[in-house]
C-alpha cells in the first residue's frame, strides 16, 4: 500500500513538473494569462418570473449590434438569473458606477436569489418588459428581449434585442480592471473570468 502511495506521489509530481495536469485539463490555466487581457465592464442583469424578482453581477457583457440595438450576455447555467431568463425570455442591465462598493457587489455577485431577496431594500424600478431595473449606483439601464441563445458550456450567451434605455447619471463606469485593481474585488466561481483566487 505505502509503494502505491509513494508512486502515485511520484507520478502527480512529475505529471505538475511537466504541466501534464494542465494539459489533460485542456491548458485551461496555461490559456488564461492571455485570455486575463480582455477588457470588461460591470454590470447587474436583471430578470424575473411572475413576483420573483432577481439580478446577479456580470462582467461579459458586449454590445453586438447598432441597428438594431443588441447586446449579448453570457450567464452561468447554474444561476437563478439564468432560469428567470430562460423563462422570461427578457432582462435588464445597469451599467455599475466605479463608486460601487464591494458589499453591493457581494450581494448580486456573490450569493444566490434562491437564498435571499436581492431587491429588499433596493432602489429600483420595473422596465417596460416588467424586469426590473437597480438604480443604485446605476450609470445608465437598458432593457432587452432575447432573440436567440447559444450554448457556450458551463454558461448560455443571451442576444438580447435593446427594447429602452435610460441614462441614469453621469458618474464613470466600472470596469472590471477598477474593480481588480482598485476595488480589489474578485470573481466567483460562475463567473467566466474566475481565476481560482
Ligand atoms: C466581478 C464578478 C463578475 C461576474 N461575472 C459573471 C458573468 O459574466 N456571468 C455569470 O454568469 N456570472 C458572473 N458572476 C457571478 C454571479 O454574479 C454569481 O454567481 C451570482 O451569485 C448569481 O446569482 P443568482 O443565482 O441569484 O442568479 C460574476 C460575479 C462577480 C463578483
Redesign the pocket.
Same mark, same amino acid.
Given at each position: 500500500m505505502e509503494t502505491l502511495i509513494f508512486l502515485f506521489v511520484l507520478v502527480y509530481n512529475k505529471c505538475r513538473q511537466f504541466g501534464l495536469l494542465t494539459i489533460l485539463r485542456g491548458c485551461d490555466y496555461m490559456f488564461q494569462e492571455a485570455l486575463d487581457k480582455i477588457s470588461?465592464g460591470?454590470y447587474i442583469?436583471t430578470s424575473r418570473d411572475s413576483e420573483k424578482l432577481?439580478?446577479?453581477?456580470?462582467?461579459?457583457?458586449m454590445q453586438t449590434a447598432a441597428i438594431p440595438p443588441a447586446v449579448s450576455?453570457?450567464?452561468?447555467k447554474?444561476?437563478?438569473?439564468?432560469e428567470?431568463i430562460m423563462k422570461s425570455k427578457v432582462f435588464g442591465v445597469t451599467v455599475l458606477s466605479e463608486e460601487t462598493p464591494m458589499i453591493f457587489? =457581494?450581494r448580486?455577485?456573490? $450569493?444566490? =436569489?434562491?437564498d435571499i431577496d $436581492?431587491f429588499e431594500g433596493i432602489n429600483y424600478e420595473i422596465g417596460k418588459t416588467g424586469t426590473p431595473l437597480v438604480l443604485e449606483y446605476a450609470v445608465s439601464v437598458f432593457e432587452a428581449e432575447v432573440v436567440d441563445y447559444v450554448d457556450s458550456f458551463t454558461?448560455t450567451i443571451f442576444v438580447g434585442k435593446i427594447v429602452d434605455t435610460k441614462v441614469v447619471s453621469d458618474k464613470r463606469p466600472m470596469t472590471?480592471l477598477y474593480?481588480r485593481e482598485v476595488v480589489k474585488?474578485?470573481?466567483?466561481?460562475?463567473?467566466?473570468?474566475y481565476k481560482g483566487k
Open positions: 470588461y460591470l442583469v432577481n439580478g446577479q453581477i456580470v462582467d461579459a457583457l450576455i453570457s450567464i452561468n447554474n444561476n437563478l438569473t439564468h428567470l457587489i =457581494g448580486f455577485g456573490f $450569493k444566490s =436569489g434562491r $436581492k454558461h472590471y474593480y474585488g474578485k470573481s466567483p466561481k460562475n463567473a467566466p473570468t
